[in-house]
């Protein structure tokens, strides 16, 4: 009875040969931890649409969605590492964990590259009293609790980021209410409805209402101009403040992936970025484009790991 | 008007009017199968939009969702699954009327008042979408929390008879609607340190295992004959409507107006209008003691109010780019993609383009009509099949649908968990629709309030101090009062006759 071991070996052999020599031969599943029709989503798609023609198989985007992200981010990292499996992880990877929320890292995937990235800005509304962003600090801090802010849940990416940016510029954190919402559309209308006082956020968040006139940026935290508001002064010009947390987007897969399967994906998500498609899109959309090779995604995971962890920790978020 | 006229020209093309009818059947499809949303529906349209011209594109889906919002009314009659949770608050009244061998009466007043409240919708955002959208705006927490609060108070009145019983079960909802992570805390609630229980209970798969599979269970366990199939098959679905159109025009459209302004504010959507709508109709309704037995008149209500906000929930999305719903929000992509950007001056810009989306929305309203008229006949066929038969096929819809919301086995077991917890809080007499209630309102209860408290500083009298808060705050505590006081009034006016 020497069947079994002998199909055994057919079975690994055809399995490795497809999967060195030809590889994709089936199709690849595209992981989102964010709801369908959200941001995220919708770069997905368009990431997966472009791959699907590269790579000659279905890309396959499968929303795995709860738990803040941490769902989806999981079903990342604990699928076989095949290269049938790869998907999008995005900023709160590096605040999760400080969360005790997972044990999730960015350092936890095989980066195959940055593809987004949109600055925090400080939005208000239309009829507020502050000529600029200087105006506004200087009223926060004469006031101190009486300013409300919002944008994202208690401890989400806008909220650790403003707390962040004041901590640089030596401004008490418990200068203002942050005010936890579900989404930043939500803090937006909070905004315009009179309830908060400021939101943190990216330009594309804010942008319908920043068009109709309800809203205005004060300043973004970038070292160039917005690509949609470039008379928007950076934190740089105003405060004279470096700052590079914000959000954004990235795809990898899971770790000890084989190098041929990982050189080929790399490769792929670079033609994918550079397309013409892509980049409309992303204009079309108004959504940050930056793009950061594997290693310096990597480098940069940790850095802003670092830091958030630094924030989180001084405002009693961090178990 | 010539700007009226391009539209015309701009949607009726035979590749426009292919992709209208080919969403709408794909919208069908999608809202009769139960654990397919119609949010759904519109994410898995996006990348075909991508090469279509605006048009097209925003027309499909429009349709889509239309579609798939009638048609979730289908297995909520046929099956007592709703096909989508905007069918859920009268989806029990709509199975009882079919049990008592109604169902081309309710599936017939389903599709007709679904085409009249979606109607209603689209003149109101054809004709006032700017204004509406400015009121739309002036909601904040405070607002929201008294709308949450007197969408509770429906619960009282969705459980026939008991008010007790529906409490408790409105408070078990409100219970598990705490499990979970997406708390204004950010704190992991009721984890007990699973990854899938952070993100709470998913209202989908609940509400399948509460509707659907209790009912397999009860079908399983009772002891009683088998039901027999329904012999005769669904005939002529609009006959009467136009008698029952007459008979209930208030509720049509209390139903109507209510759905659109609910649809209309950006918090809430088809399925809040849907409960709120309920409610109401039960509570204005000069026969509220045949609620439950098998009534029209709350379907109507509601069917023609979650169709209603379907529409106008593209107010705020079309004048500020503010999603009315989750399914505007994937809609708002789609437009700025397009290169129609949301804002006051899609009006000015490219005014044909809007107008010719308009179009769209009043011809998926009519295509309605027939399309439904054949999805239903061919559903009827459900109907023949003995229940045997059908209940293991019923199951394996449940565990389908609870497993496609998020292509998760935890929510198959969530799913189950429920259905064991309807079938034995039913066994008892406790109402299951106000638990499906306290979870879809509970979230938004706790985030307006907690974050109203934040803003105000802990002070309560802020609930009050806004204009539209104070009223509507103002109006719930009199919705709950009155019978307290009335009876008071009564029993004074007695006591003084005497």
Redesign the interface.
């Known amino acids: 009875m020497t069947w079994r071991p002998l199909t055994a070996l057919l079975f690994f052999l055809s399995a490795h040969l497809a999967g060195a020599a030809e590889y994709p031969v089936r199709p690849i599943t595209f992981v989102v931890p964010w709801g369908a029709g959200g941001g995220t989503d919708s770069v997905a798609r368009i990431i997966a649409s472009i791959l699907e023609r590269d790579l000659g198989k279905p890309v396959n985007v499968v929303n795995r969605i709860g738990g803040s992200g941490v769902v989806g981010h999981q079903a990342i990292v604990s699928a076989r590492p095949d290269g049938y499996t790869i998907g999008m992880i995005t900023s709160e990877i590096g605040m999760m964990h400080h969360q005790g929320l997972t044990t999730l890292t960015g350092a936890s995937f095989t980066p195959l590259g940055l593809i987004n990235y949109d600055p925090t800005a400080i939005q208000v509304r239309t009829d507020a009293p502050y000529k600029d962003f200087k105006d506004f600090l200087e009223v926060l801090k004469a006031n101190p609790g009486k300013l409300k802010g919002s944008g994202t849940a208690q401890g989400g990416s806008w909220h650790v980021s403003f707390t962040g940016i004041l901590s640089e510029l030596k401004i008490p954190t418990n200068a203002f209410v942050w005010v936890p919402s579900a989404s930043n559309a939500a803090g937006l209308l909070d905004l315009v409805a009179g309830g908060v006082d400021f939101v943190a956020g990216s330009h594309p968040e804010g942008r319908s209402l920043i068009d109709a006139g309800k809203v205005r940026s004060l300043v973004i935290f970038d070292d160039q101009p917005s690509g949609l508001y470039p008379h928007v002064p950076t934190g740089v010009q105003t405060v004279g403040l470096h700052w590079e947390i914000g959000a954004w987007r990235g795809i990898g897969a899971p770790k000890n992936l084989p190098k041929e399967i990982e050189a080929r994906l790399q490769a792929a998500v670079k033609k994918a970025y550079d397309s013409k498609e892509y980049q409309d899109f992303m204009k079309q959309r108004g959504f940050g484009l930056r793009w950061a090779a594997p290693a310096d995604f990597a480098r940069y995971m940790e850095t802003a790991d670092a830091h958030l962890g630094q924030v989180m920790k001084s405002i009693g978020l961090t178990k | 008007m010539e700007h009226v006229w391009q539209a015309f020209e701009l949607v009726f093309t035979p590749y426009v009017l292919g992709v209208v009818l080919a969403s709408a059947l794909f919208g069908l499809f999608v809202g009769s199968i139960p654990g397919l949303t119609a949010?759904?529906a519109?994410?898995?349209l996006?990348?075909v939009t991508?090469v279509m011209d605006p048009v097209p594109a925003i027309a499909c889906m429009a349709t889509a969702t239309a579609m798939a919002i009638f048609a979730g009314d289908i297995p909520g009659a046929l099956l007592r699954i709703p096909g989508t949770p905007a069918s859920a608050a009268y989806c029990d009244e709509a199975y009882t009327m079919t049990c008592n061998g109604e169902a081309e009466k309710v599936l017939g007043a389903g599709l007709v008042f679904s085409v009249v409240g979606g109607l209603f919708g689209v003149i109101v955002l054809v004709t006032t979408a700017p204004a509406l959208a400015e009121v739309a705006?002036?909601?904040?927490?405070?607002?929201y929390f008294w709308l949450v609060l007197l969408g509770l108070t429906c619960a009282v009145f969705i459980s026939p008879g008991r008010p007790a019983k529906g409490l408790a079960s409105l408070f078990f909802g409100l219970l598990i609607s705490t499990v979970?992570?997406?708390n204004?805390?950010?704190y992991?609630r009721f984890t007990f340190g699973s990854?899938?229980l952070?993100?709470g209970f998913?209202l989908t798969p609940v509400m399948i295992g509460m509707f659907a599979l209790s009912e397999v269970i009860r079908y399983a366990v009772s002891n009683d004959t088998p039901l027999q199939p329904i012999k005769q098959g669904i005939g002529r679905i609009f006959q009467g409507q136009w008698g029952l159109m007459k008979q209930y025009k208030m509720p049509v459209l209390r139903g109507s107006v209510l759905g659109t302004i609910v649809g209309a504010l950006?918090?809430t959507g088809a399925d809040i209008a849907a409960w709120i709508s309920y409610g109401l109709s039960k509570r204005f309704s000069k026969t509220p003691e045949k609620f439950g037995k098998g009534h029209i008149e709350g379907i109507i209500e509601s069917g023609a109010a979650n169709n209603s906000a379907l529409a106008s929930a593209w107010i705020p999305a079309l004048?500020?780019?503010?999603?009315g719903d989750?399914?505007t929000?994937?809609v708002?992509?789609v437009l700025?993609?397009k290169?129609m950007?949301?804002?006051?001056?899609i009006f000015i810009e490219n005014p044909q383009n809007i107008y010719a989306v308009f179009i769209v929305f009043f011809l998926a309203n009519l295509l309605m009509i027939p399309l439904g008229w054949m999805a239903i006949k061919t559903a009827k066929n459900v109907l023949r099949v003995p229940r045997s038969v059908l209940m293991p096929i019923i199951l394996l819809f449940c565990v389908v649908g609870s497993f496609a919301i998020?292509?998760?086995v935890f929510d198959v077991g969530v799913m189950l968990a429920f259905g064991l917890i309807a079938y034995a809080m039913e066994a008892n007499d406790f109402p299951i629709a106000p638990t499906i209630l306290g979870l879809v309102l509970g979230g938004m209860l706790e985030?307006n309030f907690?974050?109203s408290m934040?803003?105000a500083?802990g002070h309560f009298s802020a609930f009050f101090a806004?204009p539209i808060a104070g009223s509507l705050g103002v109006a719930t505590l009199l919705v709950w009062f009155s019978p307290l006081f009335l009876g008071w009034w009564r029993r004074r006016r007695a006591a003084a006759a005497a």
């Open positions: 949010t759904m519109t994410a898995l996006v990348p991508f705006l002036k909601f904040s927490s405070f607002e979970g992570f997406e204004p805390a950010a992991p990854e899938q952070m993100s998913q950006p918090g004048v500020f780019g503010i999603p989750s399914i929000a994937i708002i992509g700025y993609l290169g950007n949301p804002g006051p001056t998020n292509n998760s985030q907690v974050t934040i803003k500083d806004r």
